[in-house]
């Protein structure tokens, strides 16, 4: 899923070119990239399939040359995940009946690697072997309020919607519920439990598995894109979508079917996880100075009396900061951000201001 703004790390993040795109690490890849190779490790390339939005279609080729343009898939509109997931489980149940999927965010960070390819091993085969819905969760680390939870449950089986019991498999766990974001006395409050583990918002389940939820949860967006049968994998499958897809509900996979249905397991995960969505998140995963700040770019740089900042900059132009302590500092052609980590969280507010004045769209 290639198809976000990722607007919380503006002014790198832009319209134009959001996060997925951007090498935001200073590794020399984008996200979309090291997402790419990370689902080489279990999927051929011709195996693997891009969602995006119609703007980046040329982005998406630029960034992966290995990607046969059909499998880079537009969408005409951004109406949340849930369409975005029914429209790859038509389209590849249409080519194969007991196809399974693994869904991955575009823009996310993982630094075990291997442990991640084992915990993808481990859920792939479960759903082949039972009707589950299984999601990554990950081990959280500390209470943090930007993430989503999942409470799961240490129960060795859990029915299914079919009146039958699943035996689960080690590290394979029934979930009981889905949380919204928590204020910080509720999120301590789940991590003291050890009952709950991060959303990263990464699934596993059979095509014909996830089908059967949106009919049963929701018959609209079933209907919608199985009226599509028809004409998906054939040369009418892009006008079918330009017509219909724009019509669908702008609803997330959690709301649309996880927070519903009653054959979802969680695998836990341990993997060096993180979503990237703010500055302050890549400063808590980025080496540091000693200081305690993260330099992007660390040539042409002069700082005293500076840290715990996050400091991105052209590499050819020289910086000297002094008594600075806290702060994202990030310096574009065309726009300057000086702004507290501790408020990060109202960027989206100077976004929401400059989206209303014209002559500032330029900037977003």
């Known amino acids: 899923m290639a198809g976000g703004i990722g607007s919380r790390f503006w002014p790198s993040s832009r319209t134009a070119r959001p996060k997925q795109f951007i090498d935001i690490l200073g590794t020399g890849e984008s996200l979309m990239q090291m997402t790419w190779q990370r689902a080489r490790r279990f999927s051929k390339p011709e195996q693997i399939l891009v969602l995006t939005n119609q703007l980046y279609q040329n982005l998406v080729a630029e960034h992966l040359p290995e990607i046969s343009k059909t499998n880079i898939l537009t969408e005409p509109a951004r109406n949340n995940t849930a369409p975005c997931i029914a429209y790859a489980a038509f389209k590849l149940y249409q080519k194969d009946p007991e196809a399974i ?55 060795a089986t859990q029915p299914t919607d079919k009146g039958r019991a699943i035996d689960t498999a080690i590290n394979v766990l029934p979930v009981k519920s889905f949380k919204e974001k928590p204020d910080l006395v509720t999120a301590e409050r789940y991590l003291n439990s050890r009952q709950y583990l991060w959303n990263a918002g990464i699934f596993i389940w059979k095509a014909k598995d996830v089908i059967s939820g949106f009919k049963k949860y929701q018959p609209d967006l079933y209907a919608l894109f199985e009226g599509g049968m028809p004409y998906y994998n054939t040369d009418q499958e892009n006008a079918f979508i330009e017509q219909h897809y724009k019509t669908s509900p702008k609803i997330s996979i959690d709301y649309a079917l996880m927070e519903k249905a009653d054959n979802v397991f969680t695998v836990p995960a341990d993997i060096g996880w993180s979503d990237l969505g703010t500055w302050a998140s890549l400063w808590d995963v980025k080496q540091k100075d000693d200081a305690g700040n993260v330099l992007i770019s660390d040539q042409h740089m002069e700082l005293s009396q500076t840290k715990g900042c996050i400091i991105s900059k052209d590499p050819e132009k020289l910086a ?14 065309d726009v300057l951000l000086i702004y507290p980590k501790s408020k990060e969280q109202d960027i989206k507010h100077i976004i929401a201001k400059l989206e209303q004045q014209k002559e500032a769209n330029r900037y977003l």
């Open 101 to 155: 999927m693994v869904i991955l965010p575009a823009d996310h960070l993982i630094l075990k690697e291997d442990k991640y390819a084992e915990k993808i091993q481990t859920a792939v085969d479960f759903v082949a072997k039972n009707e589950a819905l299984v999601t990554l969760g990950i081990q959280p680390t500390r209470p943090d309020t930007g993430y989503g939870y999942i409470q799961f449950t240490q129960n």
């Open 320 to 333: 000297v900061i002094d008594g600075l302590t806290d702060y994202i500092v990030i310096d574009q052609k």
